[in-house]
Every structure is written in C-alpha cells, then in structure tokens.
C-alpha cells in the first residue's frame, strides 16, 4: 500500500534528523492539484522542535527527494503552506497499486466477535435495531476483508419486563377480542408478529396507567422468569441456577400454563420473523445467546463475588460500587431478587468466550447507554480482567426521523419491514424498463438506499433518516453507487474486449493522462488503504466516502471522455479503468453490505 511505503520513506528521514519518535501520518489531498499523498509532519515536528514549519518542511522535503529517487515511483515531492509535505506518484506505479498487496491484513490471525441487533422477542425489529444491524454486518465484512476470523453473535432479550407486559396485553387483548391461541396460529406469521407488536404496546401502556395493573404485570415477570427456565431446559438442557417460585404470590401460580404457552409461541414466532429479516438484511448469525441464560451465569458470577468487594449488598439490592471507580452506582441483582441488564451482561461475557477464545469482543448498541456501559466494562474487569480487556462497546447514534424521536411504546414504532418495503415501493418507478426482474432489483436498491443513509455518518453521531433524501439516484446515497456500478457494467458490455485488467494495459508513457483519468485512477489506489484505514478506526463510513468520491470521479470522466471511441491503447486503458472502477464499487459496496445490481 502505497500510503505505508511513504510512511517508511518519511520515518526513514526523521530518523537520520534524529527524530524518529515524531509521529506520522499520510493523509489523501481533497484537491488532486495538492498531491496524491500529503503529511503534516513538519508542522508537528516544528512544534516540538522550536523551528519554523516551512523551512523544516523544506529540508524534510529535499531529504525525501533524495531517499525516494531510488524508488522510481514518487514524481516528485513539493511543500505547500504552512508547512505541509505532498507527494505525486506516477501513472505506471498508480496502475500497479489498483490490485491486492502480498500485505497481511490488519486483523490477520486475529479472532474477533461481533454482537449486533440484539432484538427483544415479543416486540417487531425497529429502526434502532436495524441501525445495530448495519453497523455490525460491515463491520463483520471490514474485519474480515482485513484478515480476521469473525463470529457473529445475536443477544436477545426473551426474559424481562418487555416479555411481562406483551404478555399481559397478549392475555388481555385474546380476551377482549375472543381469539385462542389456536386461532391465531392459524394466521401468517405477519399477522402474529404485528398481534404481539399491539399486546406489548398494550401492556406497556397499562403499566404506567394503573398501578393494579403493575402489579398483575410484575407478578408475570416471574411467571415469565419460570417459562424460561422450562424452555431453556428442554431445548438446551439448562440447569437452573435461581429458584423464581419463591419470589411469586402463591395465588398467580394459576397463570403459569397460561403464561407458559403464550411465552413459547410468541418466542418461537418472534425468533422465526428475525430470521427472515435476517436473510432480507444478508445477515447470518453463527450463535445466538437468550438473555434468560446469560442472566442466571450472571447471577451467578455476581454472587460469588460479593465476598471479595467486588459487589455489595445495599437496601436487599446487590450493586457494583461504580463511585469508587469514578464512575456510577448500578444494581446488578435488584431487590425483587432478579439479575437486571448489568448482570445478564456480565454473564454473557465469559459465555461468548467459552464458545470463541476471542481477541477482541465489539458490542454494538447505541450511545444513550454509554454510561451502563461503561460501568458493565469495569466491573467485568474487576470479575475478568482480560475479557474486560477484550471488550469493547461501540455506540452508535440515536436514529430521528424529520419529525422527532421514535418510540415503541406508543405503537407508532417505524419496524424494519416496513421501512424496507416502503424504500423498494419508491424507488421502483425510478428503475429503467430494460430491467428484468424489477422486483428483485428495487429489493436490493431499496435496501441500499436504507444502509448507506446509516452508514455515511460517523457511528457515534445521531442522524436524522430521510427516506426521500436515500432513494435518490443522484447525490450521495446508496442507489446512486449503485447506479454508477451498472453504468460501468453498461459500458462493458458495449465492448468487444471485456476482459482487459488495468494492469494488463500498454505503459502510459506515450500517453498523457487527462484530469478526470487520473484521479479516478488514485482513487482506485487507495481502495486497499481505505478498507484497512475502516477496520483499525472501526468506522464504515470512511469506506462510503470513499466509494461517493469514486463514483463521483467515474461519472465526470463518462461525461467528459468518450470510452469506446479513440485510439485503440486509449480505448483499451479507458475500458479497464471502467472494469476497475466497476470491480472496486462492488467489492466496496459488498463491505457495506450492500448487493450491486448489473442493471437499473
């Protein structure tokens, strides 16, 4: 990778100035008129060193001249004000660069697992889990497109106060409306999955409405705990670790089989919608961890640790003394004698490990728990210290629509089917009519727009998701990459010689790059540095800027140049920076988990 050779060269000097600590980075110039590669390292190096930042840069500068004229393939080396250093490479090392490097990739023989979505059962997948999706399959993609071995993992939460209240709506809804269980297995899966949808907002809203209700809700909680516990020992032979029964008024012990039965098919029916939209989102788990599990290994963790300090017993509650750590005072077993989201957590740890001996463990969720999680990382620490090591959350943004902040409870939630459906429904009068299976395509394009819209923000950053704005086929989104993908391919198949490869063409010295060739010839470069640049600062959206700015130089070289007509050298060059640029989108949109279609 070019951007590392010039790293080397820059070291190389620093190190004969006896500077060889100073720290380096090659950035890419936005206007091609400033270099290929350009470093600010005279500007941090005058800093330190009391000196002026151009004439550091000078002598850096002529040093570079020098140690680099052996290479061949550095054009030449200027300074720009106020101090920084840019490089031009030529044509013929440029050409050389757009394949694969005999470099290892960042992440080589490395294992890493990724857990993201994290759905509740009972609930439909929303529009914040379908962020966690997004972010976590590229993720998955860059991790291995860098060398790692990847583990995708799915947390879910089939225990807890969301699978009470679905459940008392569940019960009260099947009353008022006389419908069985049985009648509503008869129905499609879609219409179940929006019945439990209605019996949690129902619930939800009976909670905090009336306190008697509260009460028959909590009572189901532990009801709901027990059903766990039986599921879990049928279909994993789990032994339970924590005895609910006591915790239950005697007389609601009448509801179990009830609750029971309503538990196991609403899981089963929630577990099977995932998986579908799974497969639409071209995300395959390769393990699956229930939060009723996790639980009891938490509870279980936490009690064994109260004697060494490391949890305490506080007003019938077990806590984690967060303050002593600079941090905050959270329950871990909470006075009702249940494990909460902490515990589970800290359960789910050292399961994932027995299963993955991971190097690193990325969690992805979104910011507004920062600080659970912050103290959840401590006190893992404290139990494990190196998985607390391992582990580490990434927290995405909260997802706004124009109008404000979604929420469940309501019923207004905007659920990942429909966003999807609504994205395939507008984009389809857009598609040209040479398009054969339209529905196939607008499937992949309404996917598209979705995912880039999350992607091209920087993770930790709030968005605000604008349908209209994502499906458009011009700008920056994902249809318009995928636009410019089968625009390469419409080229090609014009051309008798389809097969040529950029590197296969004659050497340009005869020939005089124009403006628009040239630069989406670096761009296709620095595909490799850039895939590398999104592993190590874990960011997709670096690579969708990339890709934008890709397509966006391959569409002014279309307008501007002809392709097919010319000199046959410059004809042939021309056709295999069109299947570069082509081959680089798709491999590019890949990593974002985004499919390109040969036609739109």
């Not at 790293?7 to 004969?16: E, S």
């Not at 984009?427 to 598209?448: C, F, H, N, R, Y």
């Not at 569409?555 to 680089?584: C, M, P």
């Amino acid at each position: 990778m070019l951007n590392l050779q010039i790293k080397d060269i820059v070291i190389a000097v620093l190190k004969d100035m006896g500077s060889e600590s100073m720290p380096v980075t090659i950035d890419y110039p936005s206007d091609p008129k400033h270099g290929d590669y350009a470093t600010n390292v005279a500007l941090v190096a005058a800093r330190k060193l009391g000196k002026n930042p151009m004439e550091l840069a000078e002598q850096l500068a002529g040093d570079l001249r020098v140690k680099s004229k052996d290479l061949g393939w550095i054009e030449k080396v200027e300074v720009a004000k106020p101090g920084f250093i840019n490089f031009w490479i030529t044509n013929q090392k440029l050409i050389e660069s757009t394949g694969p490097s005999n470099k290892k990739g960042y992440f080589a023989d490395k294992k890493i697992m990724v857990e993201y979505t994290d759905p509740n059962p009972f609930k439909e997948l929303h529009i914040g889990h379908l962020y966690s999706n997004i972010i976590g399959e590229s993720l998955c993609r860059i991790f291995e497109a860098n060398g790692a071995e990847v583990r995708r993992v799915d947390y879910y939460g089939d225990v807890g106060m969301h699978v009470a209240k679905s459940v008392w709506g569940l019960m009260k809804k099947m009353r008022d409306e006389k419908v069985t269980l049985e009648d509503l297995e008869k129905k499609p899966l879609t219409e179940r999955i929006a019945f439990l949808g209605e019996g949690y907002a129902l619930g939800s809203n009976a909670f905090t409405e009336d306190p008697k209700n509260a009460s028959e809700i909590k009572d189901i909680n532990y009801l709901v705990y027990m059903s766990g516990q039986e599921y879990l020992q049928k279909k994993y032979n789990w032994q339970p670790q924590i005895d609910y029964k006591k915790y239950l008024r005697p007389e609601k012990e009448t509801l179990y089989q009830e609750v029971k039965e309503l538990y196991e098919k609403g899981k089963d029916w929630s577990l099977e919608n995932f998986e579908i939209l799974y497969k639409r989102l071209g995300t395959k788990f390769d393990n699956y961890y229930p939060e009723s599990i996790a639980g009891e290994r938490g509870y279980k963790i936490v009690k064994e640790n109260i004697e060494n300090g490391i949890f305490v017993q506080s007003e019938g509650a077990i806590i984690f003394p967060g303050e002593e750590h600079g941090l905050h005072t959270r329950v871990f077993i909470n006075t009702l004698g249940l494990p909460t989201y902490e515990a589970k957590e800290l359960g789910l740890a050292p399961w994932k490990y027995e299963e993955f001996k991971y190097d690193l463990s990325f969690i992805v969720t979104a910011t507004e728990i920062a600080a659970y999680f912050n103290v959840l990382v401590e006190a893992l620490k404290k139990v494990n210290p190196e998985l607390g090591a391992k582990t580490k959350p990434l927290l995405h943004g909260m997802v706004k629509l124009p109008e404000g902040k979604m929420s469940s409870r309501s019923g207004n939630v905007i659920t990942v089917n429909w966003l999807i459906d609504e994205a395939k429904r507008r984009v389809m009068p857009l598609m040209s009519d040479a398009v054969e299976d339209k529905d196939d395509v607008a499937e992949k394009v309404g996917i598209a727009a979705v995912k880039y819209a999350f992607l091209r923000s920087s993770i930790g950053k709030d968005i605000t998701f604008d349908l209209e704005e994502s499906v458009n086929f011009e700008g920056n989104s994902g249809p318009y990459l995928q636009y410019t993908y089968a625009r390469t391919q419409s080229v090609l198949a014009k051309s008798k010689d389809q097969k040529s490869k950029i590197k296969d063409t004659p050497a340009l010295n005869s020939y005089t790059l124009n403006p628009e060739e040239r630069q989406v010839l670096r761009l296709i470069a620095r595909f490799e540095e850039i895939v590398e640049e999104a592993a190590v600062r874990y960011a997709p959206s670096g690579l969708a800027t990339y890709l934008f700015e890709l397509a966006q130089g391959f569409n002014l070289f279309y307008q501007k140049h002809q392709i097919l007509k010319g000199q046959e050298g410059v004809t042939q060059f021309r056709l295999s920076l069109t299947e570069a640029t082509g081959k680089t989108l798709k491999q590019g949109l890949n990593l974002l988990g985004i499919q390109a279609p040969e036609k739109m």
